[in-house]
């Protein structure tokens, strides 16, 4: 099955293979074609250039793409996008004043949402978490990071593992998955943190690693959550399993959980709302990746991600969702690019970048989508007409999204 298509108005994150991420400087640079063509052969970019090279290919299917942009779809590096039931009586609460960390005292947060899911069959689960991939996917998310940390029990973790492998399997974007059982401390362990850390360590991480049910671990290493000491016990333990870290760091307090994650190889440190100077140094020369999650700053009110102190230090940056019950009930990439240049100050270019090619790369997939490479999966967006790509943040809370193509089929 071969696709072409034709007149792109302009073709954008056009990159050599050997880009694996940009940084620094790099970020405001978005290198494109004008008046563009775009092969697919089955699921894969198989060639594109201007229109006036258009090799003479006997096409399956064409599409012809006059007025609009193509990029490719959107890498969301984090998500919780497997849960059960939703909480809206706490956004109710919220607005009556009380704080995120009042509503987790109160029970609420993630632990209602861990009794919720506790409760609910995998089928269930399954049914209600695929509603929203499905919703994603038409919002123009390719790829997509899924983390575990609902369950807070062994059958209850390795039931959310199982439903994003499921959603793996049947869906045709790209896919990993985190464990996170050290997410909150549920409250049959209040004042037995380490009683709990045994068990996600000695029994729900055997388990997971058993069913090769996840790609990277994650710990939210926070005050009132899990320390710095925690978190390094739940590293080391990771390691001996091949998991890689992905962390949740710095989202209310700047305590040293970037050097921690950077000392372990984390490939992502996700959050950083609070950041300070030796977080920046820490990160300089190491391979991990900053994260910043803007809808989840919008949704509590708290910091934005300094994005101009990480890319002016000449560091990378990747923007994802979030996605979540508690934090961030929204999924919506164009939402988070638009946010970024609203709120953080990075520019069209910077936040396309930080949303494809390094959304990638946080999530380990630089060799299968981020950027439009000959060899790469075919996971496009087709805009609608626009005057330029600048436009698509600027018209913020628009749907720019004409068509969106997944392994090399239009699915919306
Ligand atoms: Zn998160």
Not at 62 to 73: D, F, H, T
Not at 335 to 361: L, Q
Request: include cysteine; proline fraction near 4%.
């Amino acid at each position: 099955m071969t696709t072409l298509i034709t007149n792109i108005k302009e073709l954008l994150q056009i990159r050599d293979a050997s880009v694996n991420k940009v940084s620094g400087k790099e970020m405001k640079h978005l290198p494109s074609l004008k008046n563009a063509f775009l092969v697919i052969e089955n699921d894969v970019i198989t060639d594109f250039g201007e229109m006036k090279d258009l090799p003479n290919t006997k096409a399956d299917k064409q599409i012809n793409a006059k007025g609009k942009m193509v990029l490719p779809s959107w890498c969301d590096s984090h998500t919780h996008i497997v849960y059960a039931g939703n909480r809206e009586q706490e956004f109710v609460d919220r607005i009556n004043g009380l704080s995120y960390e009042e509503i987790a005292n109160r029970g609420g947060g993630i632990l209602n949402s861990a009794k919720t899911l506790q409760n609910t069959s995998e089928d269930e689960l399954y049914k209600q978490s695929i509603i929203r991939v499905k919703e994603v996917m038409k919002l123009g998310t390719g790829a997509l990071e899924i983390k575990s940390g609902y369950g807070l029990t062994t059958e209850a973790e390795l039931k959310m593992l199982r439903v994003a492998k499921r959603i793996e399997k049947n869906f045709p974007l790209l896919v990993k998955t985190t464990f996170l059982g050290a997410h909150a401390l549920p409250s049959e362990f209040k004042n037995k943190k380490n009683e709990y850390l045994d068990l996600v360590i000695n029994d729900m991480l055997p388990k997971v690693a058993k069913e090769n049910l996840a790609d990277y671990i994650d710990v939210f290493c926070e005050k009132g959550y899990f320390s710095l000491e925690d978190t390094e016990r739940i590293l080391k333990a990771g390691k001996q399993y091949n998991l890689i870290p992905k962390i949740h760091v710095n989202q209310f307090n700047a305590f040293g959980g970037v050097a921690l994650g950077v000392k372990h190889n984390a490939l992502s440190v996700d959050h950083l709302e609070e950041l300070n100077t030796a977080d920046i140094t820490s990160l300089k020369g190491s391979n991990t990746i900053p994260v910043a999650l803007p809808s989840c700053s919008y949704f509590l009110s708290i910091p934005y991600t300094p994005a101009r102190q990480l890319i002016d230090a000449g560091l990378p940056l990747a923007l994802a969702t979030d996605y979540n019950p508690g934090s961030t009930p929204s999924g919506n990439m164009n939402f988070v690019v638009s946010t970024a240049c609203i709120k953080m100050k990075m520019t069209p270019e910077e936040a396309i970048n930080a949303a494809t090619i390094n959304g990638a790369y946080a999530m380990g997939l630089s060799n299968e989508c981020g950027s439009i490479t000959k060899g790469k999966k075919a996971n496009l967006i087709i805009t609608k007409e626009v005057p330029s790509y600048g436009f698509l943040p600027y018209a913020f809370g628009n749907n720019h999204i004409d068509s969106v193509i997944l392994a090399g089929k239009v699915i919306s």
